[in-house]
T-cell receptor, first 119, second 113 residues
C-alpha cells in the first residue's frame, strides 16, 4: 500500500514571497503519478500540478513548480510570488500507474498543509 | 460541461435516519470515486466504479454504507442508519481512463446529530 506524508500541518508566507510545501511518499511501484491539489475555503478540490514518475524533468505550471526526487521519494511544491488567492489547504496525492491493474486511478492523499498568505 | 455535480451541498440529519448522497459525473468519464474527508483521517477512498461496475469497496467503513451506479451518469452513496461519526464531507470524483486528472464535485457536508 502507498502512503503519503505531509509533515507541515500549517504554513504562512508573505504576499509576493516564495514558499515550499513538503511531501514524502512510500511505494514499491516504479511507475506512478504525483499531484498537488488545492482546496480553498469553497471546498472545491483543484488540481495544481501533476508529475509523472518516469519523467526526470520537474513539472511547472506558471508560479507553481515541483522538486521531484524519485530516489528520496520526495515531492515538494514551490509557490513563487505568493498571492492572497493561494490561501488554501494543499494536498499531495499519489496514483499508481494508470495502465496497471486493479486499483489504478485511485488517489492516496496526504493529510494536507494549510497555507496562509499574509498581506 | 458543468463538472461533477453533487447533491445536496449540505445535509443535516438525525442519528438513525437514512441519508442518500448523489453524484453526476462528467459526461464521458468512465471511472467514478467516492471519497470521505474528516479532520482526523483526511481524504479516504470509500469505493470506486469502472464503467458503472464497483471495483473496490474495501474503503467502505461498515455495512451501513452502500453505493450504486445504475448508469454512467448517476451514482448514490447511502448510509443507513446514520451515526454522528459519519459526519464528514463526502466527495465524488470522476476520471476518464487514460487521463490521470480526477475532477471533483463540490462535496456534500453531512452532519449527523
Amino acid at each position: 500500500a502507498q502512503t503519503v506524508t505531509q509533515s507541515q500541518p500549517e504554513m504562512s508566507v508573505q504576499e509576493a514571497e516564495t514558499v515550499t510545501l513538503s511531501c514524502t511518499y512510500d511505494t514499491s511501484e516504479n511507475n506512478y503519478y504525483l499531484f498537488w491539489y488545492k482546496q480553498p475555503p469553497s471546498r472545491q478540490m483543484i488540481l495544481v500540478i501533476r508529475q509523472e514518475a518516469y519523467k526526470q524533468q520537474n513539472a511547472t505550471e506558471n508560479r507553481f513548480s515541483v522538486n521531484f526526487q524519485k530516489a528520496a521519494k520526495s515531492f515538494s511544491l514551490k509557490i513563487s510570488d505568493s498571492q492572497l488567492g493561494d490561501t488554501a489547504m494543499y494536498f499531495c496525492a499519489f496514483m499508481k500507474d494508470a495502465y496497471s491493474g486493479a486499483g489504478s486511478y485511485q488517489l492516496t492523499f496526504g493529510k494536507g498543509t494549510k497555507l496562509s498568505v499574509i498581506p | 460541461d458543468a463538472g461533477v455535480i453533487q447533491s445536496p451541498r449540505h445535509e443535516v440529519t438525525e442519528m438513525g435516519q437514512e441519508v442518500t448522497l448523489r453524484c453526476k459525473p462528467i459526461s464521458g468519464h468512465n471511472s467514478l470515486f467516492w471519497y470521505r474527508q474528516t479532520m482526523m483521517r483526511g481524504l479516504e477512498l470509500l469505493i470506486y466504479f469502472n464503467n458503472n461496475v464497483p471495483i473496490d469497496d474495501s474503503g467502505m467503513p461498515e455495512d451501513r454504507f452502500s453505493a450504486k451506479m445504475p448508469n454512467a451518469s448517476f451514482s448514490t452513496l447511502k448510509i443507513q442508519p446514520s451515526e454522528p461519526r459519519d459526519s464528514a464531507v463526502y466527495f465524488c470524483a470522476s476520471i476518464i481512463r487514460g487521463n490521470t486528472e480526477a475532477f471533483f464535485g463540490q462535496g456534500t457536508r453531512l452532519t449527523v446529530v
